[in-house]
C-alpha cells in the first residue's frame, strides 16, 4: 500500500488490482475515525482510498517510479507541474488554461498522468477541478532516484 498526505484535509492511499474487481478511487471529505480513515466518502472511484496523514516516509514500487518518470519527461507536465507546485492552494484548472497556450482537453490529460502517476491530488467541487501537489511523492521519488 501506497501511502502519503495529498493536503492537510486527506491524504491518499493506493492498492493494487486484486483479481478480476476493478480498482476503486474515493474522494473523501470528512473527519479521521479511530483507524485513520475519513467517515464520510464521495467522488470518483479509480483505485484510492483516502486516511488521515501520518508524517511517515515510505517508498514507491517500481511501477510508481515508471509512471512518476514517464509524467515528468513531458515537458509541458513538468511546467503544469512546477505551477500547482508553486502555490500553497489548490490551482484551479482555469488558472492553468491562462499560464499554458494549449486546449483544456490537453491541459486535462496532463493532468490526469500527473494524478495517474501520483504527483498531483484533484480537489473537485461540482464541475470544477483544482489540482495540489503531492510533496511527498516527489520526495519519495527523489529518495527513490539517490538509491540508483
Given at each position: 500500500?501506497?501511502?502519503?498526505?495529498?493536503?492537510?484535509?486527506?491524504?491518499?492511499?493506493?492498492?493494487?488490482?486484486?483479481?478480476?474487481?476493478?480498482?476503486?478511487?474515493?474522494?473523501?471529505?470528512?473527519?479521521?475515525?479511530?483507524?485513520?480513515?475519513?467517515?464520510?466518502?464521495?467522488?470518483?472511484?479509480?483505485?484510492?482510498k483516502i486516511?488521515?496523514?501520518?508524517?511517515?516516509?515510505?517508498?514507491?514500487?517500481?511501477?510508481?517510479?515508471?509512471?512518476?518518470?514517464?509524467?515528468?519527461?513531458?515537458?509541458?507536465?513538468?511546467?503544469?507541474?512546477?505551477?500547482?507546485?508553486?502555490?500553497?492552494?489548490?490551482?484551479?484548472?482555469?488558472?492553468?488554461?491562462?499560464?499554458h497556450p494549449?486546449?483544456?482537453?490537453?491541459?486535462?490529460?496532463?493532468?490526469?498522468?500527473?494524478?495517474?502517476?501520483?504527483?498531483?491530488?484533484?480537489?473537485?467541487?461540482?464541475?470544477?477541478?483544482?489540482?495540489?501537489?503531492?510533496?511527498?511523492?516527489?520526495?519519495?521519488?527523489?529518495?527513490?532516484?539517490?538509491?540508483?
Amino acid at each position: 500500500m501506497f501511502r502519503g498526505s495529498a493536503s492537510g484535509a486527506y491524504s491518499v492511499a493506493f492498492e493494487p488490482d486484486v483479481g478480476d474487481r476493478r480498482p476503486t478511487r474515493r474522494i473523501v471529505w470528512g473527519k479521521p475515525g479511530p483507524d485513520g480513515a475519513i467517515s464520510r466518502q464521495g467522488g470518483f472511484n479509480w483505485g484510492v482510498k483516502i486516511f488521515m496523514s501520518t508524517a511517515q516516509q515510505f517508498s514507491l514500487t517500481d511501477l510508481q517510479v515508471t509512471l512518476i518518470s514517464r509524467a515528468l519527461a513531458d515537458r509541458r507536465r513538468y511546467q503544469i507541474l512546477v505551477q500547482i507546485g508553486a502555490s500553497d492552494e489548490p490551482v484551479p484548472c482555469a488558472a492553468l488554461l491562462k499560464v499554458h497556450p494549449v486546449s483544456a482537453a490537453t491541459v486535462s490529460h496532463h493532468t490526469k498522468e500527473l494524478e495517474r502517476a501520483g504527483l498531483i491530488a484533484t480537489l473537485r467541487e461540482g464541475k470544477y477541478a483544482s489540482f495540489q501537489i503531492r510533496r511527498e511523492v516527489l520526495h519519495a521519488y527523489a529518495r527513490q532516484l539517490m538509491h540508483i
